[in-house]
């Protein structure tokens, strides 16, 4: 009997031993910090995510050889994530990170999809200066990657006088506190200053971890709330989405919904991209609690043996919204109320000068692929630089890398606007509708992941896609794309009207059929389509829909309508 139990005995990953041993996130990490390697060892890699940062390598000069023909080895650093809940930042921190990049970093911002920032090309002997520095912002890269809960997003509309988005900042501000994990490890090895008292592994004195437990979470998790007439944030692509229910000008409560997440693995059938299932509705000041009970029904029985099937999504999938709904309540300890109506009907993008609800301005600046940089006629970096050194204003983030600067005196428009378009920053109005709600991910060179472009060839993308739009006198639509290196789908690329996934080198899986307001899963019109024909590929498709579509019907919804057969056989017998 003894070696029956044995047998049944779960193995678990290897990255569940590294994180139930790692003295709540430590591991090694303060004594690689002060060797002469130019990396981290593989445990204390694994470890860093749970602080905010990655450690990658170039892969274009991994073949690099001195002049003697001897390989020089991989070039090393680290990408830092920053926690920026909401996407909400003032002046004086969007220029922190501004000035670490350039003296620390590779030179240029990233805005994520996630409404983060990330500074990439940190060397291991500036990690923690920079994560020092970030801290001294008042911000911090906690939690910003690993086995928790990550930064929680919400709608950045700056509206003022605005209770709804009041309710929903607030609500994403309690949930990004309620869960931060509780190990003091961040401060030890980051925050604290030089010349304080760091604390040593061997006297190592655990602290409670009452949401993560000893072993944190099985795989990453993600927040993310919205409104039913705008889903900015995509919130069943979530792990937990949370729609407002609206009564009498004020958001009553949540409708939640669990089990999203975008990542799949083509080889592995056992693995699919998910959108939320309606689980319940929760009361206003009930969510924290709610949100804690489904974060531990997922710590205590989601996957800890494969990591590819340890998202919440593979939990629902397995035991049903029902099954998991019933273990909620026995952990929240009360039954809990069925969902409201409601739909999803639509989403914004906030691009462009708008009023902001109390005699100023908001202005919505398209950063392509999120990327602040200065390169050629286009200065990004130094035209933020200078209007937020005079102006002062808040900034937010927005879910489609893009940001706002806020709190405008309209007497100060034409100056900013002179600003802006004198480091080459194009007005919103200059953009297509579908470039303003297109994103990618980073992929090549810095992720390991990655195995085709994305960032880098999004820009050639949608210049062919707009010219086709054109062409069929289509420019007006919004048909939004999402391009990812890999089928891990960090730029939610499942649920758009066409979603671009990283097959293998120069080629990608065409999805169609999603929506922009993000509450479908698109299918596989056609896979290992090499970049250039990718836009001849869609352009019958595009043909059919101009010819077909029902009054105000949207791409994607056309496309699902329509199927994939009837769109193929279209396909086909236009080529």
């Not at 062409?471 to 758009?496: D, F």
């Amino acid at each position: 009997m003894a070696d029956d139990a044995a047998k049944k005995e779960p193995k678990l990953s290897k990255m569940e031993g590294i994180k139930a041993g790692s003295h709540q996130l430590r591991g090694t990490i303060a004594e690689e910090l002060v060797n002469d390697e130019p990396n981290f060892a593989g445990d204390a890699a694994q470890l860093l995510k749970f602080h905010g940062t990655y450690q990658q390598d170039d892969r274009e000069k991994r073949n690099l050889k001195d002049e003697q023909g001897n390989r020089l080895g991989k070039a090393y650093s680290c990408m830092i994530r920053i926690c920026t809940p909401g996407g909400k930042l003032t002046a004086k921190q969007f220029l922190g990170q501004l000035d670490l990049c350039d003296t620390l970093g590779e030179g240029t911002l990233r805005l994520t999809s996630r409404q983060a920032s990330q500074i990439h090309g940190v060397l291991k002997k500036n990690l923690r200066e920079t994560i020092h520095k970030i801290n001294k912002l008042q911000l911090d890269t906690y939690a910003a990657c690993g086995d928790v809960n990550r930064n929680v997003m919400c709608n950045p509309a700056p509206y003022k006088n605005n209770q709804l988005l009041e309710q929903m900042q607030a609500t994403t501000d309690a949930l990004a506190a309620h869960l931060k994990p509780k190990s003091t490890g961040y401060f030890d090895l980051w925050v604290t200053d030089e010349e304080g008292n760091r604390e040593n592994i061997t006297d190592f004195q655990p602290v409670e971890e009452p949401i993560y437990g000893k072993a944190y979470l099985p795989r990453k998790f993600k927040f993310g709330i919205s409104l039913p007439e705008d889903n900015h944030v995509d919130i069943m692509a979530q792990d937990t989405g949370l729609l407002g229910i609206v009564e009498e000008g004020s958001i009553v409560g949540y409708n939640f919904y669990v089990g999203g997440g975008m990542g799949r693995t083509p080889s592995a059938k056992k693995t699919f991209p998910a959108v939320g299932r309606l689980m319940a509705f929760v009361p206003y000041d009930e969510v924290c609690a709610v949100a804690e009970a489904v974060v531990k029904v997922q710590r205590d029985f989601g996957n800890r043996e494969d990591r590819k099937i340890a998202r919440l999504k593979y939990l629902i999938a397995n035991w049903g919204v029902e099954k998991f709904r019933k273990k909620v309540e026995e952990y929240y300890g009360s039954p809990l109320q069925d969902a409201r109506d409601a739909e999803i009907t639509g989403v914004d993008d906030y691009m462009g000068w708008q009023e902001q609800g109390d005699g100023k301005l908001f202005v919505g600046l398209q950063i392509e692929n999120g990327r602040i940089k200065d390169e050629a006629d286009l200065h990004i970096k130094t035209g933020l630089r200078t209007i937020l050194e005079k102006f002062n204003m808040p900034v937010r983030l927005t879910a489609l890398q893009s940001m706002i600067l806020c709190d405008i005196d309209p007497a100060d428009k034409d100056e900013i606007s002179q600003l802006l378009q004198a480091h080459g920053i194009r007005p919103a109005e200059d953009y297509s509708v579908s470039r303003r709600f297109a994103i990618s991910c980073p992929a090549l060179p810095m992720c390991g992941l990655s195995v085709t472009e994305s960032e880098r060839v999004m820009p050639q993308f949608m210049d062919q896609f707009d010219a086709e739009l054109e062409k069929q006198g289509l420019s007006n639509e919004v048909i939004s794309v999402h391009m990812t290196g890999c089928p891990n789908g960090c730029a939610r690329p499942y649920t758009p009207d066409i979603g671009l996934v990283g097959r293998s080198v120069g080629k990608y899986t065409i999805f169609l059929g999603g929506n922009t307001r993000g509450t479908r899963l698109g299918f596989i019109f056609q896979d290992q389509v090499p970049f250039d024909e990718i836009v001849p590929r869609l352009s019958p498709v595009i043909s059919y829909y101009k010819q077909q579509r029902e009054p105000k019907e949207t791409f994607g919804d056309f496309c699902n309508r329509i199927g994939e057969e009837a769109l193929v056989k279209q396909f086909t017998e236009a080529a």
